[in-house]
């Protein structure tokens, strides 16, 4: 029989009961088994869901208090010599201080999983690195699974990937070399999981959808050769890319199976298909574990019946990855329009339709013919609705010409003409946007959400806080100043929420990481921008002083890469319809007398695509969208974008290519360093390094920003300098935001007269 299974199932729950109950803890209000409670009541709730929904296997060890990959940290005694973690157990204490730091240690960096909005813990790695079985918090879990009758499938991220996304902590060392010590203890754990009646282990490694080198490719036959033979079976599984250029080296290797990710690379099935090995099972990803679609099932049964005539029972039905990216559950939606709901999917949805297509693998068919056309129906009706096609929208894509990308005239010109038109002295002072969001403000906007607050007293609450705001800025003695965003829930929540083509969930929560999670929107249509989403406020901005005040908007690839997008045309399409909807706003401000307007891209990085193949491809169509975005405006109009927090050197190219007037990024932290490479790369527009950390609370001294500045000045020219924050500052009081202004600008005053003078 073909198996059900899935590969890991969203931890935080329905409800977030996870986030509440580590926010709680960690604020001292409940005790370490209470926490433990709660997360013992959500696994539990979550193999039943999935038990019910029909799948055979089930997950565990996917669960985790904070990361999955700090779960293999604290399993594999990998904590850093730096937290002193001795030979005990590795104990909550000590697993949230590696994630959160503590009064003696900073916490273990965080980064991006794979091309998620995920952030897993990045271990990390020394010559002195050793590994032992250090917590038996997994072997509990299984435990837990067996008494409740779950037959469980355990899950842990394989070595090579677990290495491979960690770092090194000093130079001179690689740390594929602690291989050899790593393994011994992976098969301790497995002989341990197979004593315990475990009968399968699914092993992760994505890593092998990124470009590995052969020295990393070697590892991996080094690695499953040695945890072969443990008693347990593994099914290695791989995801968010293809793997097919490896897969006569998977083929071969000692492990009872396979799964490969169809939704993301459906044309890698042929080439496993061809001489699989008659002792392995292939598990098919066919329903998309990173979207919210409900799938037409005819089509996955398809390519499952295709793979069945040669493989026979030996394929496993699966999402096409951790369901982790994905929300949990769409009845708890209300509110969602039912003709939208019915296009949905989430994880206990397409663990359904897993189940569904495993029924029809195994039992044919007629046996699932109402739920299949039932689905082709819903996928057909989706196709057809007029809430998706907007022949508006399509005639303006149609008759996008090269010209709606370029601004009229080069960048040279343009500098005269705004230098001219703004009169700003040198290294002029700005921010990024955002003024503190205080608790009146999160008040008044909940309050005018349910109603208890009227419209006009509303606007009346947030136009005070812009007047705050202006006034703040003015005393500080800022030259560009920005209206502070109080009106803002969110960057992108605020636009889509005005745009059409987007609808937004009530508990469509996904974790990004630790407690925190995200809600993102969905595109389910055509973008359109009915009216006029940021003017009011900027022109009231605008109106109650002298000093330019610069326009606020999130950009297009921002918008897309932080929504759930449509699986029905490429997301460059999407892209540029936004950016259209951008751009008549950028238009509309510049008509209503702003001269500054910034066009947010903090995403653009992350939409860079797994394999460095594809790159050039996602920088061509990203960099177009922000260019239509920020175009139609005259020369003398400046056009700012900002990134935060981002490596910038290997895309340079591309950002010259989105040909913004002014680009602020993050730099305080990498001490400068990020900045030398716009300098190597001779980067021709002005850009704002940012001088200040706004992520913590400490205001620097005016001596450290100058530093940082006049670092600055030997790699950039003087004369293409602005002077600004890392980021923007809604997170932070408006007492230590007031105070580090002043220094910042403050240090500007002081280089300026040490640059006239010198
Ligand atoms: N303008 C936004 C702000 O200042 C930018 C936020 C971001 O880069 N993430 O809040
Ligand atoms: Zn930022």
Not at 127 to 135: K, P
Not at 348 to 354: G, S
Not at 578 to 585: K, M, T, Y
Not at 699 to 721: D, F, S, T, W, Y
Request: aromatic share 8%; net charge negative.
């Amino acid at each position: 029989m073909a198996l059900t299974h899935n590969l890991g199932f969203p931890r935080i729950g329905a409800r977030r009961e996870l986030k509440h109950a580590l926010e709680t803890y960690w604020r001292g209000d409940i005790s370490n088994g209470q926490l433990q409670a709660t997360a013992a009541e959500l696994r539990k709730q979550h193999w039943i869901v999935q038990r019910d929904s029909g799948i055979d296997l089930i997950p565990v060890g996917d669960f985790a208090l904070y990361d999955q990959m700090l779960n293999m940290t604290a399993l594999l005694g990998a904590a850093p010599t730096r937290f002193d973690a001795g030979n005990d157990e590795i104990g909550l204490d000590l697993y949230f201080a590696m994630a959160r730091g503590n009064t003696n240690q900073p916490a273990m960096e965080m980064t991006k999983w794979f091309d998620t909005n995920y952030h897993y813990i990045v271990p990390e790695f020394d010559v002195h690195t050793r590994f032992r079985i250090a917590s038996s918090q997994l072997f509990k879990e299984v435990a837990e699974a067996k008494t409740l009758g779950i037959s469980p499938k355990v899950v842990l991220i394989g070595p090579l990937t677990y290495l491979y996304l960690g770092k090194e902590t000093k130079p001179g060392f690689n740390r594929l070399d602690l291989l050899p010590h790593l393994l011994p203890v992976y098969r301790d754990i497995l002989v341990q999981l197979t004593s315990l009646g475990v009968e399968w282990v699914q092993i992760d490694e994505p890593a092998l959808a990124l470009d590995l080198d052969d020295t990393w490719l070697n590892g991996l036959d080094r690695a499953y050769t040695a945890l072969h033979g443990t008693g347990t079976k593994l099914l290695l599984t791989t995801y968010f890319e293809a793997v097919d250029t490896h897969a006569a080296r998977l083929k071969k290797l000692p492990v009872n199976g396979l799964h490969i990710d169809l939704c993301r690379a459906p044309q890698q099935l042929d080439i496993f298909l061809t001489d699989y090995p008659t002792d392995k099972v292939l598990s098919l990803g066919v329903i998309d574990g990173r979207n919210v679609w409900r799938a037409d099932l005819a089509q996955p049964l398809a390519i499952l019946s295709r793979a069945q005539l040669v493989l026979g029972e030996r394929i496993w039905v699966a999402p096409s990855c951790s369901l982790l990216h994905c929300p949990v559950d769409l009845e708890l939606e209300t509110q969602l329009d039912g003709e939208i709901k019915n296009w949905l999917a989430f994880s206990v949805q397409k663990l359904k339709e897993v189940s569904i297509l495993g029924q029809g693998v195994n039992q044919g068919e007629h046996t699932i013919h109402e739920a299949l056309t039932a689905s082709t129906q819903a996928r057909k009706e989706r196709a057809q609705s007029p809430r998706i096609h907007n022949p508006v929208v399509q005639e303006r894509l149609q008759g996008l010409s090269k010209d709606n990308g370029r601004r009229v005239s080069p960048f040279a010109t343009r500098q005269v003409l705004q230098h001219q038109r703004f009169q700003l002295p040198l290294l002029p002072t700005t921010t990024i946007g955002s003024f503190p969001q205080t608790p009146e403000i999160r008040q008044a906007r909940a309050a005018h959400r349910k109603g208890e607050l009227g419209n006009l007293q509303y606007l009346e609450a947030m136009r005070a806080e812009i007047l705050l705001a202006i006034r703040k800025q003015e005393e500080i003695g800022l030259d560009v100043l920005v209206h502070g965003e109080a009106e803002r829930n969110d960057m992108v929540e605020y636009f889509g929420e005005q745009l059409w083509g987007y609808v937004f969930t009530e508990n469509g929560w996904v974790q990004s990481y630790g407690s925190r999670c995200v809600k993102p929107p969905i595109l389910y249509g055509d973008v359109y921008r009915p009216e006029a989403m940021t003017v009011d406020w900027i022109r009231y901005a605008q109106s109650l002083t002298a000093k330019p005040v610069k326009g606020m908007l999130t950009g297009p690839i921002t918008m897309l890469m932080w929504s759930f997008v449509r699986d029905d045309q490429p997301r460059s399409v999407t892209a540029l319809q936004i950016a259209l909807a951008i751009r008549d706003e950028v238009i509309d401000l510049e008509r209503a007398g702003i001269g500054i307007i910034q066009i947010d891209e903090p995403a653009f990085r992350e939409g860079l695509p797994l394999k460095k193949s594809d790159w050039a491809e996602y920088l061509r169509w990203a960099a177009t969208a922000f260019r239509i975005s920020s175009s139609g405006v005259k020369d003398d109009t400046q056009i700012h974008t900002h990134m935060c927090y981002s490596e910038f050197n290997d895309i340079l190219p591309a950002i010259a290519d989105m040909d913004a007037d002014v680009i602020t990024i993050e730099t305080s932290r990498s001490r400068m360093e990020l900045l030398s490479g716009f300098g190597q790369f001779r980067y021709p527009n002005e850009i704002g390094p940012g001088v200040y950390d706004i992520h913590s609370p400490r205001v620097p001294g005016a001596g450290e920003m100058l530093e940082l500045l006049e670092k600055a000045c030997h790699v950039i020219n003087p004369r293409q300098l602005w002077v600004n924050p890392d980021c923007g500052l809604k997170t932070r009081g408006w007492p230590e935001t007031v105070a580090a202004l002043e220094k910042m600008v403050g240090a500007a005053r002081l280089l300026r007269t040490k640059l006239a003078t010198a």
